[in-house]
């Protein structure tokens, strides 16, 4: 996948925000499918019970790290 020729055919603004987009759309989808909740998982880990709901905060939390720095990369 090589991301220079989309920038030079769309330019770098559309293509950012396009991916975003997708980002920001798969997110939204997966977000809702697993009912994630950030104030949920904040009382979890504030109640010291570590379950379900910190370990979807955590997967999203680590995911959006990787995905960052792979477009970073690429």
């Known amino acids: 996948m090589d991301v220079t020729a989309w920038i030079e055919r769309w330019g770098e603004p559309a293509v950012?925000?396009?991916?975003?987009?997708?980002?920001?759309l798969g997110f939204g989808f997966f977000g809702q499918r697993s009912k994630?909740?950030?104030?949920a998982a904040v009382i979890e880990f504030w109640h010291r019970r570590f379950g379900d709901k910190l370990a979807v905060w955590l997967l999203?939390?680590?995911?959006?790290?990787?995905?960052?720095?792979?477009?970073?990369?690429l």
Do not use: D, E, K, N
């Open 16 to 24: 950012l925000a396009w991916g975003g987009l997708i980002l920001g």
């Open 36 to 39: 994630f909740c950030l104030r």
């Open 60 to 73: 999203a939390f680590s995911t959006a790290v990787v995905a960052v720095q792979a477009m970073v990369l």
